[in-house]
C-alpha cells in the first residue's frame, strides 16, 4: 500500500528549459535535474522552449567555461529514463531549426501541445 508520502514523491514533474545554451549553465542544469527526477524514478517531462530550443541543436561546440558537450549529455537522457522530450514547434522554426537538425529525437508541441503539458504535470520547474 502507498502512504501520502510515497504518493507525494511520484508525482509528474515538467522540466522546461527556457535559456540558450552556453552564455550561462542554465540549459545544462535543466538537463541535470530532469536526469535526477527521473533517477528516483520520478516520472519526468523535459520541454525546450523560447531559447532554450537552441539546446537541441546538433553539432554545437561548448565554449571553455563550459566545457562538457550539452549534446553528449543530451545523448544519455534515454539511460536515465528521461524519455519524453518536446520541443516548442513555432520556437524551433523562428530560429531556423527542424527535427533534422536536432541533437536527439523531440516532439513537437503546438500551442495545445503545449497547454496540454503544463496541465498534466503535477510540478513545474522551470529552469
Known sequence: RMSARDGAARRS???VCRTA???????????DVAMAFAAFDQPVTLLFLGDGVLALAAGQRP???FSRSLEKLLGTLADYGVEAVHAD????????LDTQSL??????????ELR????AHERVLTV
Open 103 to 112: 541533437a536527439l529525437p523531440v516532439r513537437l508541441a503546438g500551442t495545445e
Open 21 to 31: 545554451p552556453y552564455g550561462r549553465a542554465r540549459a545544462r542544469d535543466a538537463v
Open 89 to 96: 514547434a513555432a520556437a524551433l522554426a523562428a530560429r531556423g
Open 13 to 15: 514533474v515538467l522540466v
Open 63 to 65: 565554449v571553455a567555461e
Open 116 to 119: 496540454e503539458l503544463f496541465a
